[in-house]
């Protein structure tokens, strides 16, 4: 591994040299970008159409044509779709945001697997905490 | 214009000396003076929002004092700007004066927290004597309130300012990266930081003291409601719950600094298996710092808010819920007991192969124990909540993590008894204190491991026999193996020699007022004795008198080291630079260490524990027939 | 620190990790941070799933706020997200030598972090009043004494405000570094563990965002 020492400011320490291939490009950022956007639309919407808490997509009240139609199918959904189902689908999709951001901005995918190690132990600790906190009677 | 304005502003900041020496603690101390005084005017009991107000003007002030914040903003502008400081030429400040300076070399930084946690040692443990006062005799000397104050605080300092800025800050700051080569920390600023986080933790804490209302008094774990109730007597538990939340951060960046310093800068030859045990200690204790104590600031967040807003997270009657508060405090709290444990097993597994001229026995073993007790540490929380409203079937996967976890303790045991046997040993004062580790860690354990059956916790929770346990473990453990750090390392750090007579002295009068201060209290907590009442039933008295003489006897015999370090600072012989012909690194050098710790850089070629060792005893033949040929 | 001294200790090290101290020291901190919020979200959701149906409000006191703010809150998660692949974006352009579009996607960066922070001003002001109108609460935090949600609300959004406001600071002083010119191609650690730091603030919105709004 080529490193080198610099002699300014932070950077008195090996560093690593970033090939030009090292990690994403440009427009592989920004094809995540507009995922995570629309990920964030299609959570959004599932939530308005299943829990009823919201108007039709995102706050927005829907135009009367629309309007029987999301009435439907929200009490079909609140009727027959469990709390349950309805929280795992919503992380899901939060996961699978996250994971992008991590892999992809945060360059997770690309650095060496200790990192991998150091970030993952945190969240298997921490659902430890939860579950024991969430079976409290 | 501009450019008067910044020539002005830089020549100010030039001109302040003060920069130099810990312009922070100075102006601190002034304005938390005001900000008490500011309280005090307000009158006997602050309503909420006096309260709030004068903890935030509180934390405020403590943190950043005026002067810090104006030199920080006109340096930035200034830095930015690209204006020059004509900073005096003064130079680094020498001698005393470099304890009191926001110095970046991890040496000076070990002996601030040296003398920072000392400082507390003293405080807690007239704390201690204080409760032991009360519970001499039957009947009150002082007022409820007042020994709940007392044993809140005593707890509070002991394990947040004495043992693990001691065992952390002061000997693995000082001396990890001495022992892996290298010549500082991965992170020198970080590090300055780190401590000077502790202190105005430490100031906030006393502070509470002079606030009307006293101190914190809901016991160091603090639960809700009582802390909630307790917040409403004054500011006192609101400085505590902020105090924790600052000298938390100090811990977690401290962690962080000698993770990456283990990690990226151990000399060349010194390979992981190669490391000291003691940097093997401090290494999983950073791992348990990091993650854990991030759990306890949620919690303190939680509980502020729930102080100073009256938010309702603990309150069942608003849907809120005390257990949550358990659950969060004591996933932080179980892993920092190990934290305040693991660095004392890797002091003495530095002296006892020193002192029985003998390898240390089972090195892989010993390196794969901590690392057990590192993982196990953060499964077995609960088992302090047995007899809160925990789920019942959570409570028996708790149990045999609990068990499990004795397991790698009693490894480390078995380890240092087969380091001494057939050993050549010296029994000086470190050496007995690390031999009284053993023994008394052991009487601590096997109570420990009695409390974790289910069953018995039951009988046990709250009585006295818990506190025997985290006593026999926490001073018999912990204090023992700093008193044989100090001793051990005092020549390396300071430069002198220790008196070796008056350490002696300081072991027996220290050994026997433990064990007479501590031992009844596994009888009167099983005879049903509770913890934390200022009161008890009459015939609990003899025993408790004893225990008070002994505890006093403990406290005074403290008195014989502070004279002994006063004695050695004055009188005290030289320090040659490897007094004990110890094999690790730091005694290869000069005591104390030059600025970049080693002249030239190391190479290691040996094992950390290498004595020539001629066994007493003839090896087996290698072909011995096997029975039944 | 002598920096002769420096490279001749450096010179003569174990391999280490491979990975430069700055970036594991980072990571390791994060994995902290990970701890601090996630310890936090799971005490709100514990508090949210109190299965005495007499004292959990939680969902009772959600309802008209997120119908209210939820759009205001998905903008909120979209200038995050946006100002995360300003970022890497700024990464990139340096990398590739642009010193320019560097600082353009930088100073972009800072609007999206002020924005965030402005919105979420909104976002309180908003659910204040809203307590207010529907239930009767008292204004600002002192709602929260009522209710579960506003304090587990505020307290979340709050902490992770706080650490918004902190990269915006952080981000300063990254763009001065950045108009001095001190980044290079070769050189530019300090947007890299900025950057770190900011995608983690997004992370922990995007969770916080699913759970206070949606579940």
């Not at chain 2, 952390?168 to 000082?174: D, H, I, V």
């Not at chain 2, 305040?340 to 002296?351: H, N, Q, V």
């Not at chain 2, 026999?472 to 100090?486: D, E, P, R």
């Not at chain 2, 200022?534 to 008195?559: K, S």
Request: aromatic fraction near 14%; proline fraction near 5%.
């Amino acid at each position: 591994m080529a490193t080198t020492t610099i002699s300014k400011g932070l950077a008195e320490q090996p560093v690593e040299h970033h090939d030009a291939h090292h990690g994403g490009s440009f427009r592989l950022y920004w094809v995540i970008a507009i995922i995570l956007l629309l990920a964030t639309v299609l959570e959004v919407g599932l939530a308005s159409v299943l829990k009823g808490e919201l108007e039709c997509v995102a706050g927005i009240p829907c135009p009367p044509a629309l309007a029987e139609t999301f009435e439907q199918s929200n009490a079909w959904a609140i009727a027959t779709i469990s709390d349950g189902v309805v929280a795992g689908s919503m992380m899901t999709i939060a996961i699978v945001k996250a994971a992008l951001v991590i892999l992809y901005y945060m360059h997770l995918r690309y650095e060496k697997k200790l990192l991998w190690v150091i970030f993952a132990i945190p969240f298997g600790l921490v659902s430890l905490l939860a579950i024991a906190m969430f079976l409290n009677p | 214009m501009a450019k008067t304005v910044r020539t002005f502003l830089s020549q100010f900041l030039g001109r302040i000396p003060t920069m130099r020496l810990g312009v922070g603690v100075v102006a601190a101390l002034v304005l938390m003076s005001l900000t008490i005084s500011i309280t005090y005017a307000q009158g006997e009991v602050p309503t909420q929002e006096q309260n709030m107000a004068g903890a935030v003007l509180g934390i405020f002030l403590a943190l950043v004092g005026l002067g810090m914040l104006t030199v920080v903003l006109i340096g930035f502008v200034l830095w930015a700007t690209q204006t020059k400081i004509p900073f005096l030429p003064q130079g680094e400040p020498q001698g005393i004066a470099r304890y009191f300076s926001f110095s970046t070399d991890h040496k000076v930084i070990g002996i601030q927290y040296f003398w920072t946690s000392f400082a507390f040692f003293i405080l807690g443990g007239i704390m201690a004597l204080l409760v032991r006062w009360e519970l001499a005799l039957p009947g009150l000397f002082f007022t409820t309130t007042q020994y709940n104050q007392f044993f809140t605080m005593h707890g509070t300092i002991m394990i947040f300012f004495f043992i693990i800025p001691m065992l952390t800050g002061a000997f693995g700051n000082y001396i990890m990266p001495l022992q892996i080569g290298t010549f500082d920390m991965a992170f020198p600023k970080l590090n300055t930081l780190s401590f000077w986080l502790l202190v105005p933790g430490g100031l906030l804490m006393l502070a509470s003291y002079f606030v009307p209302g006293g101190t914190a008094q809901a016991g160091w774990t603090a639960y809700p409601p009582l802390s909630i109730l307790a917040s409403k007597q004054g500011p006192g538990q609101l400085l505590w719950g902020i105090s924790l939340f600052i000298a938390g951060w100090s811990s977690i960046v401290g962690g962080m600094n000698f993770l990456v310093t283990i990690m990226n800068m151990r000399t060349k030859g010194m390979s992981y298996f190669r490391m000291p045990l003691f940097t093997w200690n401090i290494a999983v204790t950073a791992v348990l710092q990091v993650l854990g104590t991030a759990s306890f600031a949620a919690g303190l967040v939680l509980q502020v808010m729930a102080m100073t807003f009256d938010f309702p997270f603990f309150d069942p009657v608003r849907g809120g819920s005390p257990l949550l508060w358990q659950h969060v405090f004591w996933f932080y709290s179980h892993p920092a007991v190990y934290i305040m444990i693991l660095p004392a097993f890797g002091i003495i597994s530095e002296t006892i192969p020193v002192f029985s001229r003998k390898p240390l026995f089972g090195y892989r073993a010993l390196v794969f124990a901590t690392c057990g007790i590192g993982v196990l540490s953060f499964v077995v929380w609960a088992h302090h909540m047995f007899t809160s409203a925990l789920l019942p079937q959570l409570r028996l996967p708790f149990m045999l993590t609990t068990m499990l976890i004795a397991i790698p303790s009693g490894v480390k045991i078995f380890n240092w008894l087969g380091t001494m046997a057939f050993g050549k040993l010296t029994l000086n004062t470190s050496m007995l204190f690390s031999l009284a580790l053993v023994s008394m860690f052991v009487i601590g354990g096997i109570s420990g491991v009695m409390m974790g059956s289910i069953p018995v916790d039951i009988h046990l929770h709250d009585t006295y026999f818990v506190v025997a346990h985290i006593h026999y473990v926490l001073f018999g453990g912990s204090a023992f193996a700093i008193f044989a750090g100090i001793y051990y390392w005092f020549p390396k750090m300071f430069g002198k020699m220790l008196d070796e007579r008056m350490g002696i002295w300081h072991f027996w009068l220290s050994f026997i007022g433990f064990n007479l201060a501590f031992l009844p209290m596994h009888a009167v907590g099983a005879l049903g004795m509770p913890r934390r009442y200022a009161d008890y039933a009459p015939e609990f008295t003899e025993l408790n008198f004893v225990i008070t003489v002994g505890a006093f006897l403990l406290g005074f015999a403290q008195l014989i080291l502070v004279a002994n370090m006063a004695y050695a600072f004055a009188k005290g012989k030289q320090a040659v630079d490897n007094p004990w012909g110890a094999r690790t690194l730091e005694w290869m050098t000069s005591s104390p260490p030059p600025h970049h710790n080693f002249e030239e850089p190391l190479t290691v070629e040996h094992d950390p524990y290498d004595y020539e060792w001629n066994p007493p005893y003839k090896p087996l033949p290698e072909t011995a027939p096997a029975v039944g040929d | 620190m002598d920096i002769t001294v420096a490279r001749k200790f450096r010179a003569n090290q174990e391999p280490g990790t491979g990975i430069s101290n700055d970036k594991l020291g980072m990571w390791i901190f994060l994995a902290s941070e990970v701890i601090f919020f996630a310890a936090l979200i799971s005490v709100v959701v514990a508090l949210s799933l109190n299965p005495n149906e007499e004292v959990n409000l939680f969902r009772e006191h959600r309802e008209p706020y997120a119908r209210k703010a939820i759009i205001l809150a998905t903008t909120n998660t979209f200038v995050l997200i946006l100002s995360s692949v300003f970022v890497v974006s700024a990464i990139d352009a340096i990398q590739k030598g642009n010193q320019r579009m560097m600082k353009v996607w930088l100073w972009l960066t800072l609007i999206g972090g002020a924005a965030f922070l402005y919105n979420q001003g909104q976002e309180w002001a908003e659910l204040s009043h809203i307590l207010h109108e529907e239930f009767g609460f008292a204004e600002g935090f002192a709602g929260g004494t009522e209710s579960l949600f506003a304090a587990a609300f505020y307290t979340a959004t709050g902490f992770h405000g706080l650490h918004v406001a902190i990269g915006v600071a952080l981000l300063l002083y990254v763009l001065v570094r950045a108009h001095r010119g001190d980044f290079t191609a070769r050189r530019y650690n300090a947007i890299e563990m900025f950057g770190l730091y900011w995608h983690f603030v997004d992370l922990v919105w995007i969770i916080l965002f699913t759970i206070l709004y949606l579940i």
